[in-house]
């Protein structure tokens, strides 16, 4: 299986902040890599696909980027709205597997 | 827009099977693939298994010998049975349409809104 690993897995920012989580790769995963996002008692929503396509609707703030094992996700000027745990999951080969999360919590 | 939503007993009791049922709107099954994921209470996310509209099926190995998902098109549902449950497979238990391009299979998207299940006598 391939293994994800996510750092850190928790965040302190404030509002306005430039956020920018990692996500890595036992084995390159070439450009399969999606990111979701989870608030509390919900389910995770799509943010990122095939590591650097926003999904419709998801605000331009949030890029993706990386290849190979190592991709980022990046949230350019934090809402309140963003304050929430972020999952990366590789699509390369199944077992399909994700990451162990980042929980980003307000400042 | 599409929409799923898991249905099933919120109890199961240790050994026995648990059930799960996801119903599809707004589009209709047939051409997609579908999938189950879990997530431990306090946990992360786990995939379990999907299954193409005509009954083609991968699973995680950790679960293959215990794991069955099933379709049926003409109520535009698929369904998960996972057998001799412990209280290690408690969980809240979401079902997803899983994307992807033509060459490979990735994302998952939409999300039901997930059904917790206790394994516990």
């Known amino acids: 299986d391939i293994q994800m690993t996510q750092s850190p897995s928790s965040l302190s920012a404030s509002v306005g902040d430039r956020v920018t989580i990692t996500c890595r790769a036992s084995?390159?995963?070439?450009?399969?890599l999606n990111w979701y996002q989870q608030k509390p008692g919900k389910a995770p929503k799509l943010l990122i696909y095939?590591?650097?396509s926003l999904q419709s609707g998801v605000p331009s703030r949030f890029s993706g980027s990386g290849s190979g094992t190592d991709f980022t996700l990046t949230i350019s000027s934090l809402q309140p709205e963003d304050f929430a745990a972020y999952y990366c999951?590789?699509?390369?080969?199944?077992?399909?597997?994700f990451g162990q999360g980042t929980k980003l919590e307000i400042k | 827009q599409v929409q799923l939503q898991e249905s099933g007993p919120g109890l199961v009791k240790p050994s026995e099977t648990l059930s799960l049922t996801c119903t599809v709107s707004?589009?209709?099954?047939?051409?997609?693939?579908l999938g189950w994921i879990r997530q431990p209470p306090g946990k992360g996310l786990d995939w379990i298994g999907y299954?193409?509209?005509?009954?083609?099926?991968n699973y995680n190995p950790s679960l293959k010998s215990r794991v069955t998902i099933s379709v049926d098109t003409s109520k535009n549902q698929f369904s998960l049975k996972l057998s001799s449950v412990t209280a290690a497979d408690t969980a809240v238990y979401y079902c997803?349409?899983?994307?992807?391009?033509?060459?490979?299979?990735?994302?998952?998207?939409?999300w039901g809104q997930g059904t917790l299940v206790t394994v516990s006598s």
């Open positions: 997803a349409r899983l994307r992807g391009t033509s060459s490979s299979l990735g994302w998952f998207d939409p």
């Open positions: 707004g589009g209709s099954i047939s051409s997609y693939y």
């Open positions: 299954i193409y509209y005509s009954g083609t099926t």
């Open positions: 084995q390159s995963i070439i450009s399969y």
């Open positions: 095939t590591a650097s």
């Open positions: 999951q590789q699509s390369y080969s199944t077992p399909f597997t």
